[in-house]
């Protein structure tokens, strides 16, 4: 159920015992009300037990995996749409920008997201901390809550670092390769960034630099490409964060765009030409047709998302020409609309 109300989002900064800022009547639309806080994750895969290739789904598992996510998830694509409301400027900027920070502040202030009861919620959290940690880079210039800010990241900070213990000590060597790892790094960096931590920064460098240092040479990803059917689904789940952190990485001066041979290029031109030959280089890997033309699922505009930031590390008119039937780009775990963060803000 959808977490956006016309109410004033007050209750969290109260619950901290810190005076709020007033929100005008005008912008009682922008705000999102914090929904109550997710402490514990528990689910198992979304895939059957005795598949190795973790492509065959488990409907009742997926069921369970989607129900524990769902509050979540719904809570950030509003913080998302919210966060870009304050970037697009006008009136009501702070008060708008103190909406969102005191919505998450409401979960950081109940230390949200950390109970991970399971090895699949270790593996699959490191998304979620980034989509909020992405809201909350967007708006905190705009914000007057600077104690709420305080408790942010400070909640932050412990999850990532807890985050960066598990893929080092807990994950499996196959993990440790794959798109999930990519995405933990993604948050890392956000969050090494909005806290001023600099292992943080440099580990979200170093495991960014060992998944793409994994690409085959035609830009494959063999872990991926294991995962039957949803291989080229799972490259492109890779894609996005690869892309996006290497451009923030750009931006904080720890360039890792052209290590181990151009990887991130190669890995992002093998995933785009396969999707023009229909999944034919994911099939000869994996052995079966792909997804996106088998009938299960059809390419969607938030999967190629990443292609704004990549299109800032590797201009290219083509590229950018055949992005075009995607525009706009938009996915919430990336901060939302990605010609707003990397492009030009049309939308």
């Not at 598992?61 to 509050?71: G, I, R, W």
Request: glycine share 8%; with cysteine.
């Amino acid at each position: 159920m959808t977490t956006r109300t016309m109410t004033i989002c007050l209750a969290a900064v109260a619950s901290l015992g810190i005076p709020a800022a007033p929100v005008s009547a005008a912008t009682e639309d922008a705000c999102t009300v914090a929904p109550d806080p997710v402490i514990s994750l528990s689910y198992g895969s979304r895939y059957i037990d005795d598949d190795d290739s973790r492509s065959v789904v488990d409907e009742e598992s997926e069921q369970a995996v989607n129900d524990a996510l769902k509050p979540i998830d719904d809570f950030l694509r509003d913080l998302t749409s919210d966060a870009n409301d304050v970037l697009r400027g006008g009136g009501d900027q702070q008060q708008k920008a103190d909406c969102v920070v005191a919505a998450i502040a409401k979960w950081a202030e109940a230390d949200a997201l950390s109970d991970l009861g399971t090895f699949n919620a270790g593996l699959t959290v490191g998304a979620r901390y980034a989509g909020f940690a992405m809201a909350y880079r967007q708006v905190r210039p705009y914000s007057s809550l600077i104690a709420e800010g305080e408790v942010i990241e400070a909640w932050l900070s412990e999850r990532i670092h807890e985050q960066m213990t598990f893929w080092e000590e807990e994950a499996t060597p196959g993990a440790k390769t794959g798109n999930l790892r990519a995405w933990a790094s993604l948050a890392a960096n956000l969050v090494g960034d909005v806290t001023g931590d600099d292992d943080a920064l440099f580990w979200s460098a170093s495991s960014i630099t060992h998944v793409m240092c994994t690409a085959l040479e035609d830009g494959s990803l063999p872990q991926e490409m294991k995962r039957g059917k949803y291989a080229l689904h799972y490259q492109l789940h890779a894609i996005s964060p690869l892309v996006v952190t290497a451009a923030l990485l750009e931006e904080q001066g720890l360039s890792i765009k052209d290590n181990c041979g151009d990887a991130l290029q190669r890995i992002v031109l093998y995933a785009l030409n396969d999707i023009q030959n229909e999944g034919a280089a994911a099939m000869e890997y994996s052995g079966k047709e792909q997804s996106y033309w088998d009938g299960t699922e059809e390419l969607e505009s938030h999967e190629m998302a990443w292609l704004e930031a990549y299109l800032t590390l590797f201009p290219d008119p083509e590229i950018d020409d055949y992005a075009e039937q995607f525009r706009p780009l938009g996915n919430s775990k990336l901060g939302g609309s990605q010609s707003l963060l990397w492009g030009t803000p049309t939308n």
